[in-house]
């Protein structure tokens, strides 16, 4: 057969399990919707999906297992991702220091966020996390298909399109809510919670 159904459920079971489990694009998310609002939020979602369409092309097309398999590109690849990871803590950290500074209280809104789109993307193009994801869980579910490559593009369609649905009910739970938190006490824990968790997630990018 053309396409192979019968892997479907279970690849949809495992594909859950993996969506709702957070990390660092979940935490951005949060973080991005709650200070800067739902369009923000929704332009940092873009670019963290353009950034693992690209991942899934790459795993598709055969150029991922080429990059896997070069020790020196993975390895920098990760240091490029753990480096981008706590510059996003020290942005984080630097931007209540000044606006803590520049108006003495912590009753302040938070400065706007320049280019939430790119952030996003940088912050899932860098993790080669999502590439080795790719690479190992997507070509278990192929099946019987007659056409694995078209297999591989259903199943990686698939995967974005739950991911998406998740990260988009994130951000708008995340916006509505935003103006029930404008204490800032609230705001700068969720920072420092941002921050705590993507300095320790980018140590466990270099560990791995």
Do not use: C
């Amino acid at each position: 057969m053309l396409l192979d159904p019968t892997p479907l459920p279970a690849f949809l079971l495992a594909s859950a399990v993996v969506i709702i489990t957070p990390g660092v694009d979940v935490f951005l998310l949060l973080r991005t919707s709650l200070n800067h609002g739902r369009k923000a939020g929704l332009l940092a979602l873009a670019g963290i999906h353009s950034a693992s369409a690209l991942q899934v092309a790459l795993v598709i097309s055969g150029l991922g297992a080429l990059i896997t398999n070069a020790p020196g590109v993975l390895v920098a690849l990760k240091w490029v991702g753990a480096a981008y990871l706590l510059y996003l803590a020290g942005s984080i950290v630097r931007g209540y220091w000044l606006t803590r500074r520049e108006s003495g209280s912590l009753d302040v809104p938070p400065p706007e966020d320049a280019n939430p789109y790119l952030r996003g993307l940088l912050s899932n193009l860098t993790n080669p996390k999502m590439l080795l994801f790719s690479l190992a869980f997507l070509p278990q579910f192929v099946g019987s298909s007659a056409q694995p490559a078209l297999q591989l593009v259903a199943l990686g369609v698939v995967f974005l399109v739950l991911a998406a649905i998740w990260e988009v009910t994130i951000v708008l739970a995340a916006a509505g809510i935003a103006d029930r938190l404008k204490n800032p006490r609230v705001s700068k824990s969720l920072d420092a919670l941002s921050a705590t968790a993507f300095v320790t997630i980018s140590i466990g990018l270099v560990a791995s």
